[in-house]
């Protein structure tokens, strides 16, 4: 098995992204393994952050990484909250406690935008370096269209999950089973990019 250092400290992502690279001979590490400090997101994209972490774990490591940058679009809003999805509502909170705030911070800012117009969509982009000075990353990108709720459904997901009424779906990303959101997701389509990417590599 060939190592790869994930520029993420969060075990959901480590398990997700592990098995779905697995079948192509890639170990997925942690980056805490070799990072105490993650590197800070100044990037103005997801894109931008997402290179911004894999080199900074290339770096770190002498190893192969993959970061992931994603988020939530919401047109009325041009585009917010983006790449500030996950501290939307602030940053002093954390957990499902952060996931709540950021979902009613949303809801209340597209309090006079009717649902039919209330038009949004995950992204999710990411980026695999061979090394730290890799001229040449695959970068692989992909989006969930779907419209944002003023009430919460769904006992699955996170983040905005229970707010965003998947339009392929017909109902809440929080509504469908891990396994079945990422058959469909922005995350699912980026990841089946880079399965392909990796396999032609």
């Known amino acids: 098995m060939k190592q790869v250092v994930l520029a993420s400290g969060n075990a959901g992502k480590l398990s997700e992204f592990g098995q779905c ?13 070799y990072i105490t400090k993650e590197v800070e997101e100044t990037g103005l994209s997801f894109v931008e952050n997402a290179i911004l972490k894999a080199r900074h774990a290339c770096a770190a490591s002498g190893m192969p990484a993959l970061a992931d940058d994603s ?13 500030y999805s996950a501290r939307y509502a602030g940053s002093s909170l954390t ?11 949303l809801v209340k ?22 090394h730290a000075t890799d001229p040449t990353p695959l970068i692989c990108q992909a989006a969930w269209e779907g419209l944002i709720m003023d009430s919460a459904q769904g006992d699955y997901g996170f983040g905005y999950d229970p707010i965003f009424q998947a339009l392929d779906q017909g109902c809440r990303a929080a509504e469908l089973t891990p396994t079945q959101k990422l058959a469909i997701s922005h995350r699912g389509k980026a990841l089946a ?8 590599a």
């Open 71 to 83: 988020g939530l679009e919401v047109d009325a809003l041009q585009g917010a909250p983006g790449i």
């Open 109 to 130: 800012d597209l309090a006079d935008i009717p649902t039919p117009q209330r038009t949004a969509r995950f992204q999710c982009v990411l980026v695999y370096m061979r």
């Open 21 to 33: 690279l697995a079948p192509l001979g890639i170990e997925l590490v942690a980056q805490n393994k």
């Open 193 to 200: 990019q880079l399965q392909r990417a990796l396999s032609e």
């Open 95 to 105: 957990g499902l406690a952060k996931d709540a705030a950021n979902s009613a911070q």
